[in-house]
């Protein structure tokens, strides 16, 4: 489970770093940085939803 998060986690910033590439070399023209920051907000979500699930079946810290 800790993998799992932080391989969503270094998805998450590598989305974060393209979207400010793409902010840079786009000069504000094009959908490329708009889609890799749409694509952050997925991705995060899927890692909070994934922690929530994880919590209340009470995976991450089993009694």
Not at 1 to 25: E, H, R, V
Not at 55 to 61: A, F, L, P
Request: aromatic fraction near 12%; charged fraction near 10%.
């Amino acid at each position: 489970m800790k993998i799992f998060a932080i391989l969503l986690l270094l998805a998450i910033l590598y989305s974060l770093g393209s979207a400010l590439y793409y902010m840079l070399k786009d000069n504000g023209e094009g959908t490329r940085m708009v889609k890799s920051l749409t694509i952050r907000i997925a991705l995060s979500l899927v890692l909070f939803i994934v922690m929530m699930i994880a919590t209340y079946i009470n995976y991450i810290h089993p009694s």
